[in-house]
């Protein structure tokens, strides 16, 4: 029988951006194929081809063996394509139902079948662990839940290719199984899978065959499942060998920057954390999905000003009302969504770097183009960043470049604490990398720095030491050689007992 789907000759072609070039692959039924690439691979290209987002320059499609052209993604659900995004496609004034079914709405005779829709997406929202009643507001739900609507809307069209981008990077662990238990069933069940990820455990735990894009080119295949390993795939990726587990010399810390006593969050009023981060420190918050990680970050920097206690910047009280009053004491915060929150997306690199730093970089009131253009420029180098020029419209940019962007804003600031919600979600293992070796720097140049994170990797790579949350309150924190998987994650279940060194 012919591939369910194959790519041949794919190109594709953006402005000042060769996107894809000569890229092949296909995929067989009832197969899970694992995509991987550096962030500007080509990977989300590709994808959005494949659903009929986007229309390739060059080369064709075949579905079931005959010439495919989608002019939309009607014409690839029609084929059996369902693309489950990175970034939500979902409609918050909607509840659970209405999204999973937006623009399915099942109908007899031409009257809409409520009672019908609610009954089916109570199946669906079941099948990917979410127990949940289906006229629940969609913005009621935490992100990681709104990963998982999302999920089971694509499964509700019945595809017969669900290609998944990073569909575990919002979800905790228990969530990330759950999802792993559906692949499995669907493969079971002879539906194929592409699976696009940077955590490459994953690739290693769900992948049948993987293949490799690199700058926009085919890379490598890897076709034997016992030859899927974490080393083989980093080779193809970048090209070269990536230490998987970094951890830079702890230093003796300098003074307190930030000391936080009985702060109480809007999200949870009725526990009190209290801690504080010291100059040339990395401190990582982790702990399970809606335990006020974030929450905790927000209230800092004033987005949602916090409800009690007491805040101290280098000994200077703070009252975060706003995100004003925190960058003014010399706080600056890299949100999760750095799409949504943290950059104007059809602005330029340079535009969008000095946006925290207007004022420094005028002049009578007007923009000093020469000094914007002098800290743009720098920040390029300094970060590695990733662009045909400093006008280069963020939109453009892998995952990686945008984060290293919205970090740059930040840094033109020259803040005393550095507050990063989810650093590296959605980056590849090269970027991740660099954003290390540039915490690493900043850190032993003397910068504070505060971080959420997801993953263990990460906490057990950057931390000098780490604050455990469940359930909105400080569960513990690890010191540097208390750090591990075991030690984390009995605290953020709220589990007491010894902690070993």
């Given at each position: 029988m012919p591939p369910l789907v194959e790519a041949r000759g794919i190109g594709k072609r953006f402005p000042g951006v060769r996107a894809l070039d000569d890229v092949c692959l296909t995929i067989g039924r009832g197969e899970v194929l694992a995509l991987i690439g550096e962030n500007g691979a080509g990977k989300s290209t590709l994808l959005k081809i494949l659903a009929g987002v986007c229309p390739p320059d060059e080369?064709?499609?075949?579905?079931?063996?005959?010439?495919?052209?989608?002019?939309?993604v009607h014409d690839a659900l029609a084929a059996g394509i369902a693309l489950i995004h990175q970034e939500l496609n979902l409609a918050d004034n909607l509840d659970l139902a209405g999204n999973i079914f937006l623009g399915r709405e099942?109908?007899?005779?031409?009257?809409?079948?409520?009672?019908?829709?609610?009954?089916?997406?109570?199946?669906?929202?079941?099948?990917?662990?979410?127990?949940?009643?289906?006229?629940?507001?969609?913005?009621?739900?935490?992100?990681g839940r709104q990963q998982?609507?999302?999920?089971?809307?694509?499964?509700?069209?019945?595809a017969r290719l669900l290609i998944m981008d990073e569909p575990t990077s919002s979800l905790s662990t228990r969530e990330?199984?759950?999802?792993?238990?559906?692949?499995?069933?669907?493969?079971?069940?002879?539906?194929?899978?592409?699976?696009?990820?940077h955590r490459l455990g994953?690739?290693?735990?769900?992948?049948?065959?993987?293949?490799?894009?690199?700058?926009?080119?085919?890379?490598?295949?890897?076709?034997?499942?016992?030859?899927?390993?974490?080393?083989?795939?980093?080779?193809?990726?970048?090209?070269?060998?990536?230490?998987?587990?970094?951890?830079?010399?702890?230093?003796?810390?300098?003074?307190?920057?930030?000391?936080?006593?009985?702060?109480?969050?809007?999200?949870?009023?009725?526990?009190?954390?209290?801690?504080?981060?010291?100059a040339g420190e990395i401190v990582g918050i982790t702990g399970l999905v809606g335990a006020g990680r974030t929450e905790l970050l927000t209230a800092l920097f004033g987005v949602t000003p916090p409800v009690a206690g007491s805040i101290a910047v280098s000994g200077r009280r703070l009252t975060p009302r706003s995100p004003r009053d925190a960058i003014r004491a010399g706080l600056a915060l890299?949100?999760?969504?750095?799409?949504?929150?943290?950059?104007?997306?059809?602005?330029?690199?340079?535009?969008?770097?000095?946006?925290?730093?207007l004022r420094s970089a005028s002049r009578g009131g007007f923009i000093d183009f020469a000094a914007e253009r002098r800290l743009a420029t720098a920040m390029i180098s300094q970060l590695r960043i990733k662009t045909p020029s400093d006008q280069q419209v963020v939109r453009f940019l892998s995952g990686g470049n945008q984060q290293k962007v919205v970090l740059a804003k930040w840094l033109a600031r020259q803040p005393r604490l550095l507050l990063l919600d989810e650093p590296t979600r959605g980056i590849d293992v090269g970027a991740k990398a660099e954003i290390y070796d540039v915490l690493h720097r900043l850190a032993g140049e003397g910068l504070a720095v505060l971080f959420v994170s997801s993953e263990m990797e990460e906490i057990l790579s950057l931390a000098d030491r780490g604050l455990v949350m469940h359930e909105g309150r400080l569960a513990g924190e690890l010191a540097r050689d208390q750090l591990s998987e075991e030690n984390v994650m009995r605290l953020a279940a709220g589990a007491v007992g010894r902690i070993s060194a």
């Open positions: 080369g064709r499609l075949a579905v079931d063996g005959r010439d495919a052209a989608f002019s939309g099942p109908r007899r005779g031409g009257f809409f079948r409520s009672a019908a829709m609610y009954r089916e997406a109570a199946d669906w929202l079941r099948l990917v662990g979410l127990d949940l009643d289906p006229a629940t507001p969609l913005v009621d739900l935490p992100l998982l609507v999302e999920i089971a809307k694509a499964l509700s069209t019945r990330a199984e759950t999802l792993f238990g559906v692949v499995r069933d669907l493969r079971a069940q002879g539906v194929s899978v592409i699976w696009i990820s994953e690739v290693m735990e769900l992948a049948d065959r993987v293949v490799v894009l690199r700058d926009g080119r085919n890379a490598g295949e890897i076709t034997d499942r016992s030859q899927i390993d974490h080393d083989t795939m980093i080779r193809m990726m970048v090209g070269r060998d990536i230490d998987r587990l970094v951890r830079r010399p702890s230093h003796a810390p300098g003074d307190v920057v930030i000391a936080v006593t009985g702060l109480r969050t809007q999200a949870h009023p009725g526990h009190a954390l209290s801690f504080s981060v010291r890299v949100p999760e969504d750095r799409k949504q929150q943290g950059l104007v997306l059809e602005m330029g690199v340079r535009e969008n770097m000095s946006l925290a730093s």
